[in-house]
DNA sequence: CTGACTTTGTGCCGCTGATAAACAAAACCC
DNA sequence: GGGTTTTGTTTATCAGCGGCACAAAGTCAG
């Protein structure tokens, strides 16, 4: 075996139980909305006595609260009430998108506390001042949240391109290339708050901060651990989450659905090849199709929804051949990665009701086995636009409450 | 948030510890071939001492073993040569497929050990008459093993289809459907053995077995731990193992590639659906092009290499548009799941040659952002037919190495 | 050949984190 | 108000790793 067929890792040692079980108890705490030691004891498995320490350490760090005790009218005494703490860290999450920036800040709940939007066409503008204007949308918040006793632990960047290492590869509806965004922003942040210590910046491609979004607050999909999510923007964007987790591929390029073929000799597409789905689906493409003007961007979408409404021929038409290509790809994808569902969003998600049927047919005729059908697999609509920024923070949310012993030896001197 | 954002998972104490440690320091014996106590430590970051009590735990259960001094040059004391030991525990892998039987006893080391294949038409065979003989050559290498000292901890089955959850779902190319494998084999197994122990038995997908076998076992593929593998069989199977992890989807179901699509109204496929890349690439669509007999198998693909290797036109292009389209195909899958390469098993393995430029255009076109030559992506043959066995063989093997103390608690007395 | 030096492997002690069991506290029930 | 039940804490015990010292077994320099 000259792979290794598994990586070493670090080895384990006191530190380590005690830093396992600590973010053990406080995501127990978490996922239960309010718990008592005594349940978390038995949920997780451990001894009151142990959890008991542990909870006092969370309590100490203020990762959880005690709100008083259950009167719940069971027999026996009544337990402390434990929460987690609506106050200290939290995740600030940052979407840089071709039309808005948007900045979100979560706490360790899960709940957003501070939401700020703004619409600027970052396309040709060069991506230092993007980030600036980024920066300083993200420094207000980071001022709201303060007011709320809240703490970024970090901040996650989205982004719409090929992203890695820190790094914007490509984004083509931007029009950078090579941009070291992390390091721009952090530098501009900084510039903007120059008393304060650093935040950790981390970086991603834009839909994969949708789908984590959908993954973790979307309303209506609390079971779905495996999704496809599919985003109808200029082009058609992608994400897989697999059992919860991210599938980032190897170089974290994963997800670019938009590129598959769908006629190797159709329409020319930026990528440089023909017949890309993006083409035929995008949404461009789309409402091309439909005779709106192409470069109308959301108000034509809107446009278009209203003349499906109102049953025009050309509009549906356009949706239904629109929904049969993206079926024939999504299908594809369906038998590659085997997920639970397929969520669409963006400008899919308003054409949901006219798009689903196309889309669905070839699923149920295309995928195998049936198990499409069989196993209640389904065709969803995304929640709304903008909340990478969400799903942003919640990435380091995430990081806190994986291990919050880190976060607390980063923070406490 | 409503969704776990992980899953809790166990608690951990000094079981755990230990458990880990143990299993960190067998597998740096495992991964550096020969190792010395200190170099384990000052690899792994244990102490010596930690250490010396580790593989003196992994020495009594016989994981390991000593071997003489290392008599290196180097100054200081030498240090005892551990090595993983060649008996004992074993994996032991059985491929049932369409007209073969294979099973491989592979060491904890990996080199294989047992090899047996026998050469029979299951095809329309009643799976319990199948498993039953699979089992009597489980047993006969059981007993090979025996004399070598080697002893299997389990069974691994690889069949050609959709298995989940220990059976059989559907193999259209056996003609099965919803057989229950493991529990027929282990019975098939106990039957033959009446005095033993029962074996864990577990089972997966052929293709899945062999990326397997190809990701620990492959030549000239050591760093290779992303990729895409696709098999020309009788249809054409995939699968996926990404940073060194297989994934298998939701259900299981994942990598099935042979049934994405080219051509929406192009020819009836088995699967019900019209124009999926097995009606163009699959061996039997291969064969008809290039004017051979569709159903000669494992020799009309030699006869097609033949023909190709003399320059044979029919045969040339042939190969060209099956290429073709597997590049389609693949360039699309590759965007989806960025992988460091794509390997080329079953049939196409021996038709590389003429193949291989056909789907790499492809690639090299439609393969976003020109990541594909950029970095060092490549296209490989895979390894020969029939390593799906020792695939399955390896992932007891791992099972054991990922923890030596539940095999050791189970065996022991 | 001999003493200095280096490296290995193994005791021994201390620390820490979980378990187990006992106990006090705070409800309920009759 | 006594019995019961459940909670949370206290105490003693146990196991595993880190740190340190030390014997063992080699190389190197003179």
């Not at 079980?21 to 001894?47: C, F, I, K, P, Q």
């Not at 950078?176 to 935040?199: C, K």
């Not at 987790?245 to 190897?250: D, K, N, V």
């Amino acid at each position: 075996m000259k792979n290794h067929l598994t990586p070493l890792g670090p080895k384990a040692d006191k530190a380590t139980v005690r830093r396992h079980n600590l973010s053990l108890v406080l995501r127990a705490v978490h996922d239960a909305g309010e718990a008592t030691r005594a349940g978390v004891a038995t949920h997780v498995g451990l001894t009151r006595a142990a959890v008991s320490s542990l909870v006092e350490q969370l309590l100490e760090y203020g990762f959880v609260t005690e709100w008083g005790k259950t009167s719940s009218g069971q027999v026996g005494r009544p337990g402390t009430v434990l929460k987690v703490a609506r106050t200290g860290p939290a995740g600030l999450g940052v979407e840089i998108n071709i039309d808005y920036v948007a900045v979100c800040v979560v706490d360790l709940a899960g709940t957003d506390r501070v939401r700020l939007v703004e619409h600027v066409d970052n396309r040709g503008v060069p991506p230092s001042q993007v980030l600036a204007h980024a920066a300083r949308l993200a420094a207000r918040a980071i001022g709201s949240a303060a007011e709320q006793d809240l703490l970024p632990a970090g901040v996650h960047l989205a982004l719409p391109g090929l992203v890695t290492g820190g790094t914007v590869r490509q984004a083509p509806n931007l029009g950078w290339q090579r941009v070291a965004v992390e390091g721009l922003f952090a530098q501009a942040l900084l510039a903007l708050r120059p008393a304060h210590r650093a935040l950790p910046v981390s970086s991603d491609n834009e839909a994969n901060a949708a789908a984590l979004a959908e993954l973790w607050f979307g309303a209506g999909t609390e079971g779905v651990r495996s999704f496809l999510y599919l985003t109808g923007e200029i082009g058609v964007g992608g994400a897989l989450v697999l059992r919860g987790e991210l599938l980032r591929g190897a170089h974290g390029f994963a997800g670019e659905i938009g590129h598959m073929v769908l006629e190797p000799d159709g329409p020319l597409c930026r990528c440089g090849a023909r017949g890309c789905l993006e083409q035929y689906a995008g949404q461009a493409a789309l409402l091309r199709a439909a005779g709106i003007d192409a470069d109308s961007g959301v108000r034509g979408v809107t446009d278009l929804g209203r003349r499906a409404r109102r049953g025009e021929p050309a509009a549906l038409a356009a949706i239904e051949q629109a929904g049969r290509r993206l079926g024939l790809v999504v299908s594809g994808a369906v038998n590659l990665f085997d997920p639970d569902a397929v969520m669409l969003g963006g400008a899919y998600r308003e054409l949901m009701e006219w798009l689903a049927p196309a889309v669905e047919r070839e699923l149920a005729l295309r995928v195998v086995s049936g198990l499409w059908t069989e196993d209640g697999k389904r065709l969803r609509a995304a929640s709304p636009l903008g909340d990478a920024a969400r799903g942003a923070a919640g990435v380091i949310v995430r990081e806190v409450l994986e291990d919050p012993a880190a976060y607390a030896e980063r923070v406490g001197e």
